[in-house]
């Protein structure tokens, strides 16, 4: 294929060229969207895109500029997934090279066609989205390349070069002056002599730096030697004598003590919250560049036929550009982030990204107070949603790990199950064939047991009834903390709230999940039943159906499902006019659970008179068909948090896999909502809520206590032993809810509080270590909490015995706590 003419056109007012019919040719290096590979990247050579190849990967001049193009894998499954258009900038790259991003970049999106977000990085400051695609670490390399020379020589072994590595989850390293003066004591550095490599660990490095410097320093061995050159680390000098005599010969003897790392440039989290909202036009010759909104941003605020600035406190430029907008609007996108950056005051390596209508990266939608896919009527991004809206297969499940991540099934709920209620603080097992038998007023344990690849796996379903009780939700936490400790820690935990079962939760029970409001029949004892109920009946198939009580009235049925109504002598299957096939097959399974009456089934509208004097008379309902719910198009987020500067600060990692978790991490998954009800559907359908809430409250307020388990009433001991959480409770409340919590959570760590500091107040008048220790439940002496057995000890027994003080004992980990409660008899 032969091209004869190129592309003109003028950026920053210089004329530029570039061979776009050679962007065009896949053997050029534009890549075909189903080719292997994801990741793309060219340099920037006398204002022309030049492949790099793929052996020079993670490798950056610092007299060049580069373009990077990443397409996701998950592109073909999921159509709307925007691809990744990035200009990277060295620090010493010409002028003109700088300032001419958006013409690459935008003749290479339209070359591409489809959604792309595009990006400027700079240097030593690249987004966590660039960093994400070089998981072994990026190379600052000195100089320009020649047009003649290879990006990388490999088997080259005359090199000597001193190499910093610092950096965070992914990091890079910078070519410095081969000398002493280069070395800090915090960093870590690599000296290159070709057939030798010594990483030296500062003393101040951490462990996390020193483990991710080796795996780079072996990338690099890999890469550019074959393998064939020697690895060695220097962590200890005066333990390495032999590798300190090299290092002397090639640097010198060093003069002098280590003197301190610069601290990196941090921007204060908090500057990243001011958020302001621009709009840009432009009227006649002059660009105007209005203010429109700050904090909270509403998405209704962008219009499609304009273009905006969103300013993220100096720490990123989001350019977003309407559907609408005009090809000139859209072309001058980079300029006008650049112009607007320098307006600012900004530092010239500040972050810009430019997004086109509904393609929008996951940062850019986080700062609006809600984003709403359908609002931008943006059908490519509705995947997910479909995916939800048909049977699932879970046959698929293996061959499509894709789904099942999405699904959150780890398999195909076949394994074998054991359920615990919590009662009185301690785990009562459930009888198997009443599994799947829920009350709203309690909290359960479900532990799921499979093999995956010949290896046994567990997870563990904290699963929390809406009306449940403050001390059971902590009993909830406390037992499944014991479990965890006698499988020695192998159990997967997962906090489960009623109405949001996950797709395997409610695969486990086969479509046999029901909630009840009170008791299931099995477990009343004696009490009376309800003389009417009423279930709501949701799903179409045994992965996806869950059965809840509601209220029995005519206002709580829906034209779209399935209820069923029990009386004393009848019941009653009520199919609404907008429910399916599938729902009304999946119903009839469901019924024999509840009902051993005689049932009859009614259609809606052909109701018999009993049917709406057991529901007390006749009532509006919604009867339209239900809406389609808004799909969310969000994908799941992963980020690792520090706190080593001050407060916790999350960093993104971007295009993530299991690879990226590691025993130095701390990471977060957010993978959205899954709680649809809102609050007031939440409240309606938990009437007891409020009251439940309230008599918490009193208790608190009043300095009462509730029962120990197996009690009546709190012994003196357990008075005294929380005479001390008087003050701590009466402050909380004083406090409120903390941010991001609810009432109920509030009263919850009140509580938890006063457990906390409730085990120091006792003094030096415990009971003696013998009535405590090594001893059943039955046998203790009256009042003493059997959870917190250590709490009644002196407190020299308590020394003597944990070989620290209770201050001490009670700021480890809770978990920290019950292993060593259990290796001494007072668990």
């Not at 570039?18 to 990741?39: K, Q």
Request: proline letters at 5%; aromatic letters at 8%.
């Amino acid at each position: 294929m032969e091209h004869n003419k190129d592309a003109v056109w003028r950026a920053n007012g210089c004329l530029q060229s570039v061979c776009i019919a050679c962007l065009m040719d896949t053997r050029r290096g534009l890549p075909d969207i189903e080719s292997h590979r994801d990741l793309h990247i060219w340099i920037i050579e006398n204002l022309q895109m030049v492949p790099v190849p793929e052996p020079a990967y993670g490798n950056f001049f610092e007299k060049h500029c580069y373009v990077v193009l990443h397409v996701p894998q998950s592109l073909k499954a999921t159509p709307g997934v925007p691809k990744d258009l990035h200009y990277w900038v060295g620090k010493m790259a010409a002028p003109g090279a700088q300032g001419a991003p958006g013409s690459f970049l935008q003749h290479l999106k339209e070359a591409l066609g489809g959604a792309t977000v595009q990006h400027r990085e700079v240097q030593g400051h690249e987004s966590a989205c660039f960093r994400s695609y070089f998981r072994s670490g990026i190379i600052y390399r000195k100089g320009g390349l020649a047009s003649a020379l290879k990006h990388v020589e490999t088997n080259v072994y005359n090199i000597q070069r001193l190499l910093r590595i610092r950096g965070g989850k992914h990091v890079s390293a910078t070519e410095v002056e081969l000398s002493w003066h280069s070395f800090n004591n915090s960093d870590v550095f690599l000296l290159d002599l070709g057939r030798m490599m010594i990483q030296w660990n500062g003393p101040k490095a951490s462990a996390a730096r020193k483990a991710r410097g080796l795996f780079l320093t072996h990338s690099l061995r890999d890469r550019e030697r074959g393998g064939r050159a020697q690895v060695s680390v220097v962590d200890d000098e005066a333990e390495a004598t032999d590798l300190m005599e090299i290092m002397e010969a090639v640097l010198g003897r060093r003069v002098g003590s280590l003197h301190a790392a610069m601290p990196s440039k941090r921007m204060n989290q908090l500057q990243k919250a001011n958020v302001h909202l621009y709009q840009v036009c432009q009227k006649s010759k002059d660009l105007v560049v209005q203010e429109l909104s700050t904090c909270p941003l509403t998405q209704d605020l962008l219009q499609e036929e304009n273009c905006y600035i969103l300013d993220q406190g100096g720490f990123k430029i989001y350019v977003w550009q309407g559907r609408r907008a005009s090809l000139q609007e859209r072309g001058a996108a980079f300029r006008r982030a650049l112009n607007f950056i320098q307006a600012k005051g900004y530092p010239s390596y500040t972050s810009v990204e430019v997004m086109d209508d509904g393609a929008e990266s996951a940062g850019f939608k986080q700062l609006f107070r809600s984003w709403s896919g359908q609002q931008r009527k943006n059908k490519n991004l509705s995947g997910m949603g479909k995916l939800l809206q048909v049977k699932l297969d879970v046959g698929k499940l293996h061959s499509q790990p894709e789904l099942a991540a999405q699904l959150r099934m780890v398999d195909d709920a076949s394994g074998s199950v054991q359920i615990w209620c919590i009662q009185d603080s301690r785990r009562q097992p459930v009888d198997p064939k009443h599994h799947g038998q829920l009350c709203a007023d309690s909290c359960y344990l479900v532990l799921y047991t499979y093999r995956r690849m010949g290896l046994v796996q567990h997870v563990l379903y904290l699963w929390q009834g809406l009306q449940a009780m403050a001390h059971e939700i902590s009993a909830l936490r406390g037992n499944a903390e014991e479990l965890d400790l006698w499988y020695r820690g192998a159990l997967v935990q997962e906090h489960v709230t009623m109405g949001s079962e996950p797709p395997h939760f409610l695969a486990i029970f086969q479509g046999q999940l029901v909630i009840f409001q009170g008791h299931p029949r099995h477990s009343r004892k004696g009490q009376p039943a309800p003389a009417v109920s009423l279930f709501h009946i949701q799903g179409t198939d045994s992965y996806n159906t869950r059965t809840m009580e509601v209220p029995a009235r005519a206002s709580a049925l829906n034209s779209s499902d399935v209820f069923l109504l029990v009386t004393a002598n009848l019941c009653y299957l009520w199919f609404g006019k907008g429910c399916s096939g599938d729902q009304r097959e999946m119903a009839r399974t469901v019924v024999t659970i509840i009902c051993r009456e005689d049932m009859e089934i009614v259609l809606e509208g052909q109701e018999p008179p009993n049917f709406w004097e057991a529901l007390g008379g006749r009532a509006p309902y919604p009867s339209n068909k239900r809406p389609p719910e808004d799909v969310c198009d969000f994908q799941p987020r992963l980020f690792e948090c520090s706190c080593q500067a001050g407060p916790l600060v999350l960093t993104e990692v971007v295009f993530f896999s299991q690879e990226d978790l590691d025993k130095y991490d701390v990471m977060l998954l957010d993978a959205w909502q899954e709680n649809t009800q809102s609050y007031e559907e939440v409240v309606a359908g938990d009437p007891g809520a409020v009251s439940t809430i309230s008599e918490i409250t009193a208790e608190i307020v009043n300095f009462r206590l509730s029962r120990w388990p197996g009690n009546d009433r709190a012994g003196p001991l357990a008075l005294r032993a929380l005479k001390s959480s008087e003050d701590i409770s009466e402050s909380e409340l004083e406090l409120g809810p903390r941010a991001g919590t609810g009432s109920r959570s509030t009263v919850s760590s009140a509580s938890s509080s006063s457990y906390q500091s409730s085990p120091q107040s006792l003094g030096s008048g415990g009971l003696p270590r013998e009535q405590l220790r090594h001893q059943a439940v039955e046998d203790l002496p009256e009042g003493v909490d059997p959870a917190h057995k250590e709490a009644y000890l002196s407190d020299s027994d308590f020394q003597d015995i944990f070989g620290k003080s209770k201050e001490e004992f009670y700021s480890m980990a809770k978990w920290r706590q019950q292993q060593e409660k259990q290796q001494l008899g007072f668990f």
